[in-house]
C-alpha cells in the first residue's frame, strides 16, 4: 500500500491534469466500546461531486466522518480515498495529503484569536498568513473585523466562516462538512453554501452530512439516506428529499 503522506490524495482542485479522488466505504463497521454503531456501511463518492449524506438524529452520520477522516478506526471494513486506504492513518498526515474535515462543533481554537486561527492554516505549506488572511477576508468581510477577537467569543455563523475559510485557503481535494447550518440563521447558511457549492465547482470531492434535507439537497450532486447505521437508499438528490421525509417521519 502506498503511503498517504508521500503523495497528494488526488491533486489540487483546478489542477486539470490530476483527477480529484473518489471516497470509497467499504463494508466498514465502527464501535464505541462494545456498542456497534456502524453496522458495514458501503458508499462510494463520485470524484468532484457534491454528495450530500442524509439521516435521522443518532443514524451514525458524523461517526462514518470520523471514520473518513481517520479520527476513529473502523472495527472492519476500509475506507479509500483515491487509491490510497484511510483509517488508521493520523489525522495531521491525511492533512497534508489533501483531506480536510470541518467537523461538527467546528474544528477552530476558541482561546486563540481569528488570526492566529489562520496562521495555523500556513501550517499546511507554502502558504503566508497574508496569501491566507487575503484570501479569507475576500469570502468573509466579517472575520476582517473580528480579526483580534477570540475565535471561541465569535457568533456561530463567524466561527462556521472562520471553520471553512480552512478548507478555502489550504484547497484540499477532499473536504468533508458535518452539519455545516447547525445553529446558524437561513441566511448565513446560504452564504455558507454557495460557497461550497463554489469550491466543487474547482474540482473538489465533498461529503456533506446535514440535517436540513433541503439546504443539503440544493448544493449536491447525490445523495443517500443513513438509518441506524447503514445506507438505506442512495439516489439523487431530489429523490433522497422525497425518501427522507417518509423515513424522518416514520
Ligand atoms: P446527529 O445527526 O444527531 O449528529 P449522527 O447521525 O451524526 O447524529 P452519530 O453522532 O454518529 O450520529 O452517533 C451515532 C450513535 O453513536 C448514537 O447512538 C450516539 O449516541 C453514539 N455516539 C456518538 N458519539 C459517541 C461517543 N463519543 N461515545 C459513545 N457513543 C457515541
Known sequence: MTDVAA????GAPGDRHQIPPSIVVDGVRAAYGRIEVLHGVDLVVPPASVFALL????AGKSTLLKVISGRMRPSSG???VGDKAIGKRPTEK???????????GR????????RENLSIWTYRGGLNLRDVEERTFEAFPRLKERRRQMAGTLSGGEQQMLAISRALVTEPSVLLLDELSMGLAPLIVAELYELVGNLARRGMTILLVEQ?????????TRAAIMVHGRIEQEGTPQEMADAALSVYLA
Not at 94 to 104: H, I
Not at 107 to 114: D, E, K, R, S
Open 55 to 58: 439521516g435521522p438524529n443518532g
Open 78 to 80: 476500509q475506507v479509500l
Open 94 to 104: 491525511l492533512a497534508r495529503s489533501g483531506l480536510c474535515a470541518v467537523p461538527e
Open 212 to 220: 436540513f434535507v433541503t439546504t443539503a439537497v440544493a448544493v449536491a
Open 7 to 10: 503523495a497528494p490524495i488526488g
Open 107 to 114: 474544528g477552530i481554537f476558541p482561546n486563540l484569536t481569528v
